[in-house]
């Protein structure tokens, strides 16, 4: 059963998504395989089984559900709760579930995997109760769990974003703690008509602050120095500077925001050439328009080809999909023409709004830059401190950092010290070359592997 | 020592799943993760670390590993990433998890 798919698409958010009905309307046979136990990627996280969506998930909620009921279209396969740990050269893409692993095979391989928040550190972010404002969100969506009296802290679309909802949903949050400084702001409005295409987005952001406002939320600005501890009461106690002065503020949960950043260790892992992208401060697969990467048969679009939100994603996967149909002579090179000038346009007017999103919500320094004690990896608990020792005593790149400290040993792999090891080398003079990531990208038991006979393995190449 | 949940009681159904987490007897709703179910029910520490630091869930995305708690026998496992059902047992962890209690024996 070799190349029994023409596809094998990992991720079902929206590139995903639009990926497989682009693909199978056009009579390719796809496969698509999401680590979660139903289909939406995090934007549309269970949203099917939402009663009013729309308080929810916004605007979007439409265009969420109706990218769901396309993925009945025949010629899809959906796995749900498969963990996809390896692609190797021949593109065999190796998933488990419930501790059993398979393997699949196509021709094309389109990884849409999505983004996750980049870590915001300061001394207490691993005490139970400090969460990304991303997690609250999948909570609340996916069941029904609203924070109590939180405190926001951070900046960026979606820390306003999870504010407003908060609000909607009447579970106000308590403050919002911001990083912004109005100098931000000043040095994005450059990018401000560049963005004009974005209009829409653009104003239903100014729309969020109004409504933070109009609630009363307490607000601070221009806010640094975080560092959060237990009280007595198992609370926890959030300290902070706010425009120089010393601030405290007593909570149950404590949410933050710094960007998100694109999942890249399956990529990584894979072979796919990446690159530093500045203005968003992370790593990146290198693309072409299409999402097609170095590596023959393997393709990557949306949030992992680098960081553009749900519509730019929703058009990247479709433009993926139609290269691969082109490659794989379902459609003519002028059919593929054709039929993508739509998505480059929607995903060009979508994509306009990032320079300026990105100068405005830069992630601040100090945060990527954490103090001695401040915990980097929290797998292996090693602290920023350790990490600089390790640097004086000769570790030379994130390699050397990684065996000397074990930061990036733990199961996450790196994805969450990964990004802070880099800024601390940086801030050290030493070279930073990209982490490795290798397979299996996901804890996969010994057991599990033997069980993949050699026999099965063989027989697809 | 019993922490309150950081999250406001959900509005009560009919409807739900029981399990018990640490041999406490604890109603989750249908769709929630044991991630959710634990955070709903309790705002302690979901593990602890090899040097006995309190941690609860993360990301929730599966993504961090942090949630890490035993599941009907089975250590390590992504509380996040594993849905509630009917009569689940639950345990925290507690530093590294213990090879001897692997369920399936001779792996």
């Known amino acids: ?461 | 020592m019993s922490t309150a949940s950081r999250f406001k009681a959900r509005p009560s159904t009919n409807h739900f799943i029981s399990l018990t987490i640490d041999g406490q007897s604890v109603l989750a709703k249908p769709g929630d993760s044991v991630a959710a179910a634990m955070l709903a029910y309790s705002g302690d520490a979901m593990r602890h670390t090899v040097k006995g630091s309190p941690r609860a869930a993360y990301c929730m995305m599966g993504v961090c590993f942090d949630c890490l708690v035993e599941v009907d026998g089975y250590p390590n496992t992504q509380a996040c990433m594993v849905q509630v059902k009917e009569g689940m047992v639950i345990r925290r962890q507690q530093g590294l998890r213990k090879l001897k209690k692997e369920p399936t024996g001779g792996e």
């Open chain 1, 1 to 461: 059963m070799a190349n029994e798919f023409d596809l094998i698409i990992v991720g079902a958010g929206p590139a995903g998504m639009s990926a497989a009905y682009t693909a199978a309307k056009n009579k390719a046979k796809v496969l698509l395989l999401d680590e979660q136990p139903y289909a939406g990627g995090q934007i549309f996280r269970n949203i099917e089984s939402q009663v009013n969506g729309e308080s929810i998930y916004g605007d979007e909620y439409e265009t969420g559900k109706a990218l769901i009921n396309r993925l009945g279209t025949q010629g899809i396969s959906l796995e749900f709760r498969a963990s996809v740990w390896r692609i190797d050269e021949a593109r065999n893409v190796l998933w488990s579930r419930d501790e059993v692993s398979h393997i699949s095979t196509a021709r094309h391989v389109l990884l849409t995997g999505g983004a996750q928040e980049r870590p915001m550190l300061f001394p207490g972010w691993t005490l139970p109760g400090v969460m990304p404002v991303g997690a609250a969100q999948i909570l609340m969506k996916s069941s029904g769990l609203l924070p109590r009296d939180a405190v926001l802290v951070g900046s960026g679309p979606l820390l306003y974003w999870v504010a407003v909802q908060l609000i909607r949903a009447g579970a106000p949050p308590k403050a919002l703690v911001d990083t912004q400084t109005p100098a931000m702001y000043l040095k994005a409005l450059k990018h401000l008509p560049q963005a004009l295409p974005a209009m829409v987005t653009l104003l239903k952001g100014v729309r969020y602050l109004q409504e933070i406002r109009a609630a009363k939320i307490k607000r601070f600005s221009r806010s640094s120095d975080f560092a959060v501890t237990e009280t007595d009461h198992n609370e926890l106690c959030l300290s902070f500077k706010s425009k120089g002065f010393a601030q405290q503020i007593t909570a149950p949960i404590i949410l933050t925001h710094h960007g998100i950043i694109p999942a890249t260790n399956l990529a990584r892992s894979a072979g796919v050439k990446h690159e530093w992208n500045e203005q968003q401060q992370c790593i990146q697969p290198v693309v072409d328009g299409w999402g097609q990467t170095n590596i023959s048969g393997l393709h990557i679009a949306g949030d992992s080809a680098g960081i553009g939100g749900a519509e730019v994603a929703q058009a990247s996967g479709q433009l993926a999909a139609l290269n691969i149909l082109c490659l794989s002579s379902y459609i003519s090179k002028l059919e593929r023409d054709t039929a993508s000038r739509k998505a480059f346009t929607k995903r060009r007017r979508a994509m306009s709004i990032r320079a300026f999103l990105d100068v405005a919500y830069t992630p601040l320094a100090e945060l990527q830059l954490p103090s001695n004690e401040t915990i980097v990896c929290r797998c292996e608990e090693v602290t920023a401190g350790e990490i600089r020792r390790s640097v004086e005593q000769g570790a030379d790149g994130p390699r050397q950092v990684k065996t000397t400290v074990r930061a990036g040993m733990g199961p996450c792999q790196g994805r969450l010290c990964d990004p802070t090891v880099r800024t601390i080398l940086a801030s050290c003079q030493v070279p930073t070359s990209l982490p490795n990531a290798r397979s299996p990208v996901k804890p996969v038991k010994l057991g599990e592997l033997a069980a993949l006979s050699n026999s099965t393995f063989h027989n697809h190449d």
